[in-house]
């Protein structure tokens, strides 16, 4: 599926590093996703204001300032379209999300995501988490903002089980990871998580299911929520996820890599189990697995 949108308007609150700067250099600075050229061709077709000015990238920012991108249409990538519901009665629904396809908008993907194709036949649906563009399985909306409070307060106690396929023959049947993860360098962006002593406790799980002729099947549960914390922590034990285009043994980058949401590895939300909001009992869900990790 692919489709054209009609652009919007990013609005940001100029943070305190931007005493004394222009805004062309605040911009590079800030927003590595785009060369100082790109930012200089926005600003030159009148794209970019600052204060409600449209800005000529020379004039010097104060922090607390507003600066505005109004960024012009696009064609977005094509997607999978489709998702299948798992589970739904009047407060939740469940679907089965297609790899490929983004859960919410954002990095050049604003219509053809999974929140606009669910939201088309339940319009008051509220994602309560999201799963990597490349995952597959289950993603949990809730139909009202009171079970999104009451679901994000308990999210902690939701159990998670993920099936995925590492490179290697894996030594152990089971591991718990602790790695902690945070922000370390990329080329292309700056900074991106990764394995980092610095950074925040986190905690999986992980079980072997089958060691095969040149790589293991595992189901990992996560009792920490950290931005791709399964693909980073098997990382870090010496096992990345087969395919990965970003993190290789510990959890660090591969040389040259590729972007988070790119594919190219097998990561499955199989299977979730929490304590309902309303009718007080356990709830399982489960998302058929790809022939692959069966």
């Given amino acids: ?31 590595r996703h785009s060369t100082r050229e790109q930012w200089l061709a926005r600003i030159q077709a009148q794209e970019v204001r600052v204060n409600g000015m449209i800005a000529n990238g020379a004039e010097r920012l104060k922090p607390g ?34 790899s490929g396809l983004p859960t919410l908008p954002g990095a050049g993907f604003y219509q053809n995501t999974l929140l606009t194709q ?6 008051t649906a509220i994602p309560l988490h999201r799963l990597g563009r490349a995952t597959s399985g289950i993603v949990l909306f809730a139909y009202d903002r009171r079970t999104s409070a009451e679901m994000t307060k308990r999210w902690a106690e939701v159990q998670k089980e993920y099936r995925t396929v590492v490179q290697g023959i894996a030594t152990f049947d089971s591991i718990c990871i602790r790695t902690p993860i945070g922000l370390i360098p990329h080329p292309r962006l700056g900074k991106i998580f990764g394995a980092s002593w610095a950074g925040k406790a986190s905690r999986s799980m992980v079980d072997v299911l089958q060691r095969r ?12 929520g950290r931005p791709h914390q399964i693909r980073i922590h098997l990382a870090s034990v010496g096992h990345p996820l087969l395919g990965d285009p970003v993190y290789g043994p510990g959890g660090g980058i591969v040389e040259d890599p590729g972007l988070p949401g790119d594919a190219g590895y097998v990561l499955h939300a199989h299977r979730m189990q929490f304590r309902h909001p309303t009718l007080g009992r356990d709830i399982a869900i489960e998302a058929p697995l790809p022939v692959c990790l069966r």
């Fill in 65 to 98: 300032g507003i600066l505005i991108w109004d960024r012009p249409g696009w064609a977005e990538e094509e997607v999978p379209s489709g998702y299948q519901i798992l589970y739904r009665d009047e407060v939740l629904l469940a679907v089965d999300k297609p």
């Fill in 1 to 31: 599926m692919a489709s054209e949108n009609s652009g919007y308007s990013f609005r940001h609150v100029l943070r305190p590093s931007a005493a004394g700067q222009t805004t062309i250099e605040y911009l590079v600075e800030q927003f």
């Fill in 118 to 123: 669910v939201q088309i036949e339940h319009p």
């Fill in 213 to 224: 002729a040149d790589d293991t099947l595992c189901s990992v549960q996560i009792m920490t």
